[in-house]
């Protein structure tokens, strides 16, 4: 099985702050990572797929990038709505499996 | 609009059984594979079942694998997740979840449904 391993698994953050989280895989799963948010309560959103392209509806400030085996996610100028967790997950093979998750939130 | 409405979350004892629904609307249910995802209290996201769109193949979590069955029926669009000799490490939010496409990335999510095993 490919695992996920996200870093850090919480940070600290301002308002306006650029953050960048890290997905790496066990194996190379080319591009097929997506990204997910998801706040308190509530079931994840769909940031990202296909590891860079933004899903329809989802601000400019969040970028992703990566292929292979290293992925990252940047979010550019952080707003208070953003203040949740995010994961990945790989979709090359069965099984399917998600990283462990980032929390960010308020410094 | 597309809507997942996951419902038959419970209480039930360790060793016992229960069923998922999630009844699917606005789309063309028979054209997508469905997933099942977890979330144990206050833990991360885990991949439970995928079943594809005419039902004809099916994939599990090791975790899950021999105790739990998924399957739809795609004249009712529903799918669901039975759910056997549950243990206590089952307690979870389980969401049902779509792709946009083929691939198995998961655009719009049910609610979910929460299942507690305990005695």
């Known amino acids: 099985d490919i695992q996920m391993t996200q870093s850090p698994s919480s940070l600290s953050a301002s308002v306006g702050d650029r953050i960048t989280i890290t997905c790496r895989a066990s194996q190379s799963i080319n591009s097929w990572l997506a990204w997910y948010q998801q706040k308190a309560g509530k079931a994840p959103k769909l940031l990202i797929y296909?590891?860079?392209s933004l899903e329809s509806g989802v601000p400019s400030r969040f970028s992703a990038s990566g292929s292979g085996t290293e992925f990252t996610l940047t979010i550019s100028g952080l707003q208070p709505e953003d203040f949740a967790t995010y994961y990945c997950?790989?979709?090359?093979?069965?099984?399917?499996?998600f990283g462990q998750g980032t929390k960010v939130d308020i410094k | 609009e597309v809507q997942l409405l996951d419902s038959g979350g419970a209480l039930v004892q360790p060793g016992g059984s229960l069923r998922l629904s999630c009844a699917a609307s606005?789309?063309?249910?028979?054209?997508?594979?469905m997933t099942w995802v977890r979330q144990a209290p206050g833990k991360g996201l885990e991949w439970v079942s995928t079943i594809s769109d005419n039902g004809g193949n099916t994939y599990y979590a090791d975790s899950v694998k021999g105790r739990f069955t998924v399957s739809r029926d795609n004249s009712q669009n529903t799918l669901y997740l039975q759910m056997n000799s549950l243990r206590a490490e089952d307690t979870a939010i389980y969401f049902c979840?779509?792709?946009?496409?083929?691939?198995?990335?998961?655009?719009?999510w049910g609610r979910g449904s929460l299942v507690t095993v305990s005695s």
């Open positions: 296909k590891a860079s």
């Open positions: 979840a779509k792709p946009p496409s083929t691939q198995v990335y998961l655009s719009h």
């Open positions: 997950q790989h979709y090359f093979s069965y099984p399917v499996t």
């Open positions: 606005g789309f063309t249910f028979s054209k997508f594979a």
